[in-house]
């Protein structure tokens, strides 16, 4: 990733919780200055996982490019330090273009990952220990095992929900191996390239109800039998990837553990669970852009950012 030709060359990033409008925003600001978005969501990197993971349409798709999703199957493993890797990859790609990269998601990890510049551990699953975690998960509860993370890397415990079952016994895993906290191990070095961070936010209220419209919205375009079909296809429950928000509830339904109305609405909470979680990992950004998205899109505004950071005037082309 060194090379000292690429510290003048931008790199535009929008992030914000979900159901902010990240997606609208950075097809906008694609269209009107010839970029292509590199997501930064842990889910859009499967295949055959579309509604549930609010894809890009393929009309989407034809009007702007788009990378870092549909690269791996729901039952091949995808860590971290992959997605920087390729990230960093596809960013160099379109620069090399000409073109001007937009990474936008609502996956924290993905996002702090590419523009801090963490360096990942390079840890090889441990497929034994990790069963044993996950079999104690299932007994006790999540819970312990972040208590247990607590004890060893209290920082972190702090980084991680304690619902987040996934994450904690990969940080146990890490620090098994390693003999070292994980936190440690995670230092920074800044990629070279002048980023224009643009951080939305939305009262709390009103992004609930914009997200229970969006989980209804997946329902009727057929989330159910999205997950029918990823399970009648032999990708199980247990995989990470089918442990997303919206997949493990209706798994849940269609074990016949939860009624539809139950498992929909069980999606909507945990939804407003995580934005409570993006937004304490957003706040970070002290230095970024904020554009307040409650009442309408900043469409217009950030156009102008954007075109004074590539210094040059941003067309009128009715994206605005």
Same mark, same amino acid.
């Given at each position: 990733?060194?090379?000292e030709?690429? #510290?003048?060359?931008?790199?535009?990033a929008?992030? +914000?919780?979900t159901?902010?409008g990240?997606?609208? !925003?950075?097809? =906008?600001i694609?269209?009107a200055? *010839?970029?292509?978005?590199?997501?930064a969501d842990?889910?859009? &990197? /499967?295949?055959?996982?579309?509604?549930g993971?609010?894809?890009?349409? %393929?009309g989407?798709?034809?009007?702007?490019?788009?990378?870092m999703?549909?690269?791996?199957?729901p039952?091949?493993?995808?860590?971290l330090g992959? @997605?920087?890797?390729q990230?960093?990859?596809v960013?160099?790609?379109?620069?090399?273009?000409?073109? &001007?990269?937009v990474l936008? *998601?609502?996956?924290?990890? /993905?996002?702090? =990952?590419?523009l801090e510049?963490?360096?990942?551990?390079r840890?090889?699953?441990d497929?034994?220990?990790r069963?044993a975690l996950?079999a104690?998960?299932?007994?006790?509860?999540?819970?312990?095992?972040? =208590?247990? $993370?607590?004890?060893?890397?209290?920082?972190?415990?702090?980084?991680?929900?304690p619902?987040n #079952?996934?994450?904690?016994?990969?940080?146990l895993?890490?620090?098994k191996?390693? *003999?070292k906290?994980?936190?440690?191990?995670?230092?920074?070095?800044?990629?070279?390239? %002048?980023? !224009?961070?643009i951080?939305?936010t939305?009262?709390r209220?009103?992004l @609930?109800?914009?997200?229970?419209?969006?989980?209804?919205? @997946?329902?009727?375009r057929?989330?159910v039998?999205?997950v029918r079909?990823?399970?009648?296809? +032999? @990708? +199980?429950?247990? !995989?990470p990837s089918m442990?997303g928000?919206?997949?493990?509830?209706?798994?849940?339904? $269609?074990? +016949?553990?939860a009624?539809?109305?139950?498992?929909?609405q069980?999606?909507?909470?945990?939804?407003? =669970?995580f934005? %409570?979680h993006?937004a304490n990992w957003?706040?970070?950004?002290?230095d970024g852009h %904020?554009?307040?998205?409650?009442?309408?899109?900043p469409?217009r505004e950030?156009?102008? $950012?954007v *075109?004074?950071?590539l210094? &040059?005037v941003?067309?009128t082309?009715? &994206?605005?």
């Amino acid at each position: 990733m060194s090379s000292e030709s690429k #510290t003048d060359q931008p790199l535009i990033a929008i992030f +914000g919780p979900t159901a902010s409008g990240k997606s609208a !925003l950075a097809m =906008a600001i694609c269209e009107a200055f *010839g970029g292509e978005i590199i997501s930064a969501d842990s889910r859009q &990197v /499967y295949r055959y996982m579309d509604i549930g993971t609010d894809k890009p349409s %393929r009309g989407d798709q034809a009007r702007v490019p788009h990378h870092m999703i549909d690269i791996v199957n729901p039952d091949q493993n995808f860590t971290l330090g992959l @997605y920087q890797e390729q990230a960093y990859a596809v960013i160099d790609e379109v620069l090399g273009r000409g073109k &001007v990269p937009v990474l936008a *998601g609502g996956t924290p990890l /993905y996002v702090n =990952a590419v523009l801090e510049g963490w360096t990942i551990p390079r840890v090889e699953p441990d497929a034994a220990y990790r069963d044993a975690l996950f079999a104690q998960a299932d007994e006790t509860g999540s819970e312990a095992l972040h =208590a247990r $993370l607590h004890e060893l890397d209290a920082a972190a415990a702090r980084a991680i929900l304690p619902t987040n #079952t996934r994450r904690i016994v990969r940080a146990l895993e890490v620090i098994k191996q390693t *003999g070292k906290p994980i936190s440690a191990q995670q230092t920074k070095s800044p990629p070279p390239y %002048r980023i !224009l961070p643009i951080l939305l936010t939305c009262e709390r209220a009103v992004l @609930y109800g914009r997200i229970d419209s969006r989980v209804d919205q @997946y329902i009727a375009r057929g989330l159910v039998d999205e997950v029918r079909k990823l399970s009648e296809s +032999g @990708y +199980g429950f247990d !995989l990470p990837s089918m442990s997303g928000i919206g997949y493990r509830q209706i798994g849940e339904y $269609l074990e +016949g553990k939860a009624a539809l109305e139950a498992a929909v609405q069980r999606v909507k909470w945990d939804t407003h =669970a995580f934005v %409570r979680h993006q937004a304490n990992w957003f706040r970070r950004f002290k230095d970024g852009h %904020r554009f307040d998205v409650t009442y309408q899109p900043p469409t217009r505004e950030v156009l102008e $950012l954007v *075109g004074e950071f590539l210094t &040059v005037v941003p067309p009128t082309n009715g &994206v605005v």
